[in-house]
């Protein structure tokens, strides 16, 4: 089961404003940019336009002008063309006028000045005859007052353009900017993050709606934290009741594996005895003696053997070591360990044990005496299958390239489909009353998913299909360079 994580580990990711900020404009410098480019095209447009204008009123000013004057010219023209003559020159002389053309009622011409360019003014003389006048563009006109017109428009735009930047940052900018580091705080676990409530309708509005989410935030944020909290002490209970169980069974196998060496160890005892009493009485040779010693010596190391590995299955384990993730074990030595537990039961003295330990197999995760008993409850009801008759077969080898499998065989008759489904949950047994608790694969199920692994059951079968013998398969994963059990 896996443990429940602490609120403290709750901590939020950074901000992507922050990484985003490096590749874009903020919003000020958008504003500004914004307003820029606003006001220089307006300003561009707006003073070629006054430009225009100005020229068409300095063209219609001199086109008024060149036909008062050239009425006049024709009403001297009808007095005195010698006059009109003298005047024409005049204009032409001071450049206001281009050229003049005087046509009598004869049809005679007088010309002054340039007829070709400009523009053509007409007007009648009085008794016949024509005066027409060229009127030229003056070669600075309007265009020369550019520059200072260009000049008021930049200091004019320059003037809105900051006053505009002022008040949009104050109105918009700055409460976007209060709320963009308020929201900076909440994601990164802020626990009384607000923003004041102030400004233009739409800002206040928002300034609201955040504050309420950051509200809501809190109070959903302490209400996970509680439930994660009740969470950690409900696994921790958990795990305590199923460290109980797995205890219990444990003293349980500890215990059918007791009858089993207190027989075993009956013989070896009663041989002791035996010599003993021959000791005692004497008479014997000082080679009968040691031959005697070295018998009682050797019966003895059996019993201390068999007394001290069960001792040191039954013994209580420290949990943390085991569930330490480099802790790692070689299933040919649990199989080993747990065939030599098992051996002395006067149950199994019919039972062929077949072991078939694979050198490619490498070690796998799991404390050595947690594996050894789940290979030894695994026996036990294989020898319990058999009825005390038949063979056991015991295979450990690499699966693949991270996982090792260990499977176990029996010659027994199989396990009823009724009960597979429901083989691993707690209390399912198929042994009669007072033989079994129905735990035993239950507790090896979980310590098996503990470790990362799995354990299944299914039967065998022959190659017409009948079935062999029920077959269990653990398979658990390689840790590469961890330290032995």
């Known amino acids: 089961m896996a443990r429940a994580s602490s609120p403290k580990s709750f901590a939020p990711a950074p901000p992507r404003g922050a990484a985003q900020g490096a590749r874009s404009l903020g919003l000020r410098a958008r504003i500004l940019l914004a307003l820029s480019v606003a006001f220089l095209l307006?300003?561009?447009?707006?003073?070629?336009?006054?430009?225009?204008?100005?020229?068409?009123?300095?063209?219609?000013?001199?086109?008024?002008?060149?036909?008062?004057?050239?009425?006049?010219?024709?009403?001297?023209?009808?007095?005195?063309?010698?006059?009109?003559?003298?005047?024409?020159?005049?204009?032409?002389?001071?450049?206001?006028?281009?050229?003049?053309?005087?046509?009598?009622?004869?049809?005679?011409?007088?010309?002054?000045?340039?007829?070709?360019?400009?523009?053509?003014?007409?007007?009648?003389?009085?008794?016949?005859?024509?005066?027409?006048?060229?009127?030229?563009?003056?070669?600075?006109?309007?265009?020369?007052?550019?520059?200072?017109?260009a000049l008021y428009l930049l200091i004019t735009t320059a003037t809105v353009l900051v006053f505009t930047y002022v008040a949009l940052g104050h109105l918009i900018v700055r409460p976007v900017e209060r709320l963009t580091r308020a929201s900076e705080r909440l994601a990164a676990g802020g626990a009384h993050v607000s923003v004041p409530e102030e400004g233009a309708a739409e800002v206040l509005r928002l300034a609201a709606a955040f504050n309420e989410m950051a509200a809501q935030l809190r109070a959903e944020r302490a209400a996970l934290e509680a439930r994660l909290r009740e969470?950690?002490?409900?696994?921790?209970?958990?795990?305590?009741?199923?460290?109980?169980?797995?205890?219990?069974?444990?003293?349980?196998?500890?215990?059918?594996?007791?009858?089993?060496?207190?027989?075993?160890?009956?013989n070896p005892l009663a041989a002791i005895l035996g010599f003993v009493e021959l000791l005692r009485g004497g008479?014997?040779?000082?080679?009968?003696?040691?031959?005697?010693?070295?018998?009682?010596?050797?019966?003895?190391?059996?019993?201390?053997?068999?007394?001290?590995?069960?001792?040191?299955?039954?013994?209580?384990?420290?949990?943390?070591?085991?569930?330490?993730?480099?802790?790692?074990?070689?299933?040919?030595?649990?199989?080993?360990?747990?065939?030599?537990?098992?051996?002395?039961?006067?149950?199994?003295?019919?039972?062929?044990?077949?072991?078939?330990?694979?050198?490619d197999a490498p070690r796998v995760l799991g404390a050595a005496h947690r594996l050894t008993q789940v290979v030894l409850n695994l026996l036990l009801n294989a020898a319990d299958a058999v009825a005390g008759e038949g063979t056991i077969v015991i295979t450990v080898a690499?699966?693949?390239?991270?996982?090792?499998?260990?499977?176990?065989?029996d010659s027994g008759p199989g396990i009823?489909?009724?009960?597979?489904?429901?083989?691993?949950?707690?209390?399912?047994?198929?042994?009669?009353?007072?033989?079994?608790?129905?735990?035993?694969?239950?507790?090896?199920?979980?310590?098996?998913?503990?470790?990362?692994?799995?354990?299944t059951a299914d039967n065998a079968l022959s190659a017409d299909g009948k079935v062999t013998g029920a077959r269990f398969e653990v398979r658990l994963p390689v840790v590469a360079g961890a330290k032995g059990a």
């Not at 950690?232 to 060496?261: C, N, P």
């Not at 690499?398 to 065989?409: G, N, P």
């Open 42 to 149: 307006s300003s561009a447009l707006l003073g070629f336009a006054v430009v225009q204008l100005a020229e068409r009123a300095r063209d219609v000013d001199r086109l008024r002008d060149a036909r008062a004057t050239a009425r006049a010219l024709a009403a001297a023209a009808a007095t005195d063309p010698q006059l009109a003559t003298l005047e024409a020159a005049a204009l032409v002389h001071d450049g206001a006028i281009a050229g003049v053309e005087l046509v009598d009622a004869r049809g005679a011409r007088v010309v002054r000045g340039e007829l070709r360019r400009g523009v053509h003014v007409e007007a009648p003389v009085a008794g016949g005859g024509m005066v027409r006048l060229t009127v030229r563009r003056p070669p600075g006109g309007a265009a020369s007052l550019a520059p200072l017109f």
């Open 231 to 266: 969470l950690e002490r409900t696994t921790l209970e958990l795990r305590a009741a199923q460290d109980g169980l797995v205890r219990s069974e444990k003293l349980a196998s500890v215990g059918r594996l007791a009858a089993g060496i207190a027989h075993e160890i009956g």
């Open 398 to 409: 690499r699966h693949d390239e991270t996982t090792v499998s260990l499977v176990v065989e």
């Open 283 to 359: 008479g014997l040779e000082p080679a009968e003696e040691r031959e005697f010693l070295t018998r009682i010596h050797a019966e003895t190391n059996r019993i201390h053997r068999i007394i001290r590995e069960l001792l040191d299955f039954s013994r209580q384990s420290n949990d943390a070591e085991d569930e330490a993730a480099d802790v790692t074990s070689d299933l040919r030595e649990v199989v080993a360990d747990a065939v030599r537990l098992v051996a002395p039961q006067k149950d199994l003295g019919l039972v062929r044990i077949e072991q078939h330990l694979h050198d």
């Open 416 to 455: 009823a489909p009724a009960v597979l489904a429901t083989l691993f949950e707690p209390f399912v047994t198929t042994k009669p009353a007072g033989r079994g608790t129905g735990l035993g694969l239950a507790v090896c199920h979980t310590l098996i998913e503990r470790l990362g692994g799995t354990l």
